[in-house]
């Protein structure tokens, strides 16, 4: 069974910073890209950033120059970054992971359970 486990969310001031992490845990042959993605109350589930197994980032608008993603292959873990954080970038984080598990030995994508960040004014 795969696991997907977020940490690191909490409240923060604006303009403050936070550092997200999500560890891939259970039987892994591979992860190919892992994402980040957060959801506002009253709205839908948005893309925030996204790297390849072997680094490559993409990034929404909203947060191009602000927020860093990272990765550790060797770990099975995925981080975020956020810098200059705006009561906008108030959400529940997700983590998302493309994972080919021991069995069954196909590629499926996992979510973690989520983690709040709150950034005050």
């Known amino acids: 069974q795969v696991q997907l486990v977020e940490s690191g969310g909490g409240l923060v001031q604006a303009e403050g910073s936070l550092r997200l992490s999500c560890a891939a845990s259970?039987?892994?042959?591979?992860?190919?890209?892992m994402a980040w993605y957060r959801q506002a109350p009253g709205k839908q589930r948005e893309f925030v950033a996204r790297i390849s197994s072997d680094a490559r980032a993409k990034y929404s608008a909203s947060v191009q120059g602000r927020f860093t993603i990272s990765r550790d292959n060797a770990k099975n873990t995925v981080w975020l970054q956020m810098s200059s954080l705006k009561p906008d970038d108030t959400a529940a984080y997700y983590c998302?992971?493309?994972?080919?598990?021991?069995?069954?030995?196909?590629?499926?994508?996992?979510w973690g359970q989520g983690t709040q960040v709150t950034v005050s004014s």
């Open positions: 998302n992971a493309n994972v080919r598990p021991t069995f069954p030995p196909t590629w499926q994508n996992y």
């Open positions: 259970g039987s892994i042959i591979a992860i190919n890209d």
